[in-house]
C-alpha cells in the first residue's frame, strides 16, 4: 500500500483532486438566477476551496483567503485560474450556509459508491456518521442565567422606621442581606 503526500503538498491535492465531484456540487448547489449580484464562482470552486481548510495547514478560512493568492497549487486544486479572483471570508460564510447536512450526505455517498463496489458482496463495512449526535461538550454554549432564589433569608424583612438622615436630605440606597437593593423603608424584593 503507497502513503499519501504529506498534508498542504501540491501533490497530496493533484492526488485528490481528480476525486472531487465538480458536477455533482454544480447540481446539488446551483448558482443563483435572476436580478443581483453576480456569482464569481461556481459551487464546486468554492467547494474545493473550503476543502482546502482541512488539506492544508491553515488554521481558519481568514489565513485561507490570505494565502490562497500566493499558493499557485492551492489556486490550482480549488480551479481558480487568477491569482487577484479568490473568494473572500464573507464568499466563503455564505456558501457554508447552502451547505445542510443532506448535501454532505449526498457527495459522501457518491464518493463512498466507487469504493464500496470495490469491495464486493461478501464484505461487511460499518461506517460512522456523526452528524446527528450531540455535542459531546457544553464549555462553549451561550447560556442565560434565571434569577435564583437567595439561600439564607434576608435580614430586612420588617419596615424600617424613619430615621433622619444625618447630612443628607436624600434617601439612600443600601443593600439588604441577600444583594437586593432596598431603601431605607423598603423590605427585600425577593421576599
Known sequence: MRSLPPVGSAEL???LSAHVPDQLINTLIPRRKGRGRRADFTSAQLFRAL???????????????????????????????????VPGPRIFHEFRQKLP????????????????????TKTTVA???????RAATN???KTVTGISRPIAQCWADAVSSR????????????RSGCGCPTSLTASCWCH
Open 13 to 15: 491535492l493533484e492526488q
Open 51 to 85: 476543502l482546502l481548510g482541512v488539506l492544508t495547514p491553515v488554521r481558519s478560512f481568514n489565513l485561507l483567503c490570505r494565502l490562497l493568492p500566493d499558493n499557485r497549487a492551492w489556486r490550482r486544486f480549488a480551479l481558480l485560474p487568477r491569482q487577484k479572483s
Open 101 to 120: 447536512p443532506a448535501i454532505l450526505r449526498a457527495i459522501n455517498a457518491h464518493l463512498l459508491l466507487p469504493l464500496l463496489d470495490q469491495l464486493g
Open 127 to 133: 461506517l460512522i456518521d456523526a452528524t446527528d449526535l
Open 139 to 141: 464549555a462553549y454554549k
Open 163 to 174: 430615621a433622619r438622615a444625618g447630612g443628607s436630605s436624600a434617601t439612600k440606597s443600601t
